[in-house]
């Protein structure tokens, strides 16, 4: 195997780790300044990490859903919609996000 496929699989796993981390933390920062917002502090380097380590997709997935479970609150206020709502709608955004970015490594893969 060679250094560069090992370090990609280590990216991925972190990268993997990192999403759900940020995930939970979405799905339950819906009340504002919740302890999940502390896995954040976590997520995000194992996100840049993953980026270092060639794994830029899961990183770009993991890095929307953090700033959109730490910016969720207040754009609610500013917005004046619901923080339920405004959650549904980013969380939408960032499965149509992900689901792009999967079907261009797929073909990008189908290519090489």
């Not at 990192?18 to 919740?34: E, Q």
């Not at 999940?36 to 890095?63: D, E, G, Q, S, Y």
């Not at 730490?70 to 499965?95: C, E, K």
Request: no cysteine.
């Amino acid at each position: 195997m060679s250094q560069i496929t090992k370090h990609k699989k280590i990216g991925v796993i972190l990268g993997s780790i990192a999403l759900a981390l940020v995930i939970l933390a979405f799905i339950l920062g819906s009340a504002p300044f919740t302890p999940a917002l502390a896995l954040l502090f976590i997520a995000a380097p194992l996100a840049l990490i993953a980026i270092l380590l060639r794994a830029w997709r899961l990183a770009i997935v993991t890095l929307y859903f953090s700033l959109a479970a730490w910016n969720v609150v207040p754009l609610a206020r500013v917005l004046a919609f619901r923080i339920d709502h405004l959650l549904v709608i980013m969380g939408l955004f960032g499965f149509l996000l992900s689901a792009i970015l999967f079907f261009s490594y797929v073909r990008a893969n189908s290519t090489a």
